[in-house]
């Protein structure tokens, strides 16, 4: 079976309960189920796994290096957003 | 020991090691797609289910090792013995084929697995049962497999739906064998040990039947049927495969990794 059949899917995967699902990486697979299938031989044979999700890598919109200038350089100078700026009560101790 | 006993215990080393033999000689099948399945995923998925079966040819041979004594281990049984000594069903042997023929043997032994491992948890040895319960949920999952593929084949274009039927058709006369038993597996039968797979054929040839309906193919009336593998006489083909499969340990007896 040669590629052009196929659809490429992003997996994600959870590697315990309480954790959040991680990308792990792609693959190729005729459908969501058989996906699904590839990605629990590909990514979980080492017990990697307890969840995985995929997506179809072309169902995800992605941003463009053309937007960093727009999208990240503004929060350059606006340190004040972090939170260490902002001095801690002594009643809440640590967090 | 009484004679009944010993009888029965050589019955029982007999019994895990044809186990073992059909899931060794299955998996070396399917360990000849490493490398050269038809693209990346499946290729490594295919290789998962050749190491799912030589992980239990694994635990059949060690127990019928242990059962023996006399310092056996699981290598005499997969690499020092002889073709005729070997007792697995036919159709594993069988060479891989193209891509629809192992997809096809795949559906009617995954079928078929999945009821004899069920059979199987319920026997009064407990470490066949233990390997059972361990087998079920592996098979379970080569199962959703080769069903996924067989409809995909079957339903998919002219090429692919011809080469399933082809291999379903000359298939076909090996899947009698692995229903039938002789006078040891009667036996063990009586002893609550083994598993009758004559009591879900129908079973069987129902649950084949409706995937392969579903994947607009047609189920084989043919007659014809092959039998010989547990009394060791094998096809051609079992020869080549041991030949591969156990040249590293007889040229190099006890080497390890």
Known sequence: MS???????????????GLDHKHAGSLHAVDHEHALEYARDVYTRRSEGVSIWVVKSRDICSSQEDDSDSFFDPSDDKPYRHATYFPLPKEVGNM | MTTATTE??????DYAARLGDDAIVLGHRLSEWTSKGPFLEEDIALSNVALDYIGRARMYYTYAAELSGNGKTEDDF???????????HLINELPRGDFAYTIARQLFLDVYHTHYLAALKNTTDETLAAIAAKGIKETRYHLRRSTDWTLRLGDGTAESHQRMQTAIDDLWGYTHEIFEHDELEQRLIEAGVAVDASSFKAQWLADVKAVLEEA?????????????????????NLGHLLTEMQFLHRAYPNSKW
């Open chain 2, 216 to 236: 607009t193919l047609t189920v084989p009336d043919a007659e014809w049927a092959v039998r010989g593998g547990r009394e060791g006489y094998h096809t051609e």
């Open chain 2, 8 to 13: 029965l215990k050589q019955d029982l080393i």
């Open chain 2, 78 to 88: 997969a690499y020092l013995r002889d073709e005729r000594q070997f007792q697995n």
């Open chain 1, 3 to 17: 590629l052009e059949n196929l659809e490429l899917f992003e997996v994600f995967v959870r590697s315990a309960r």
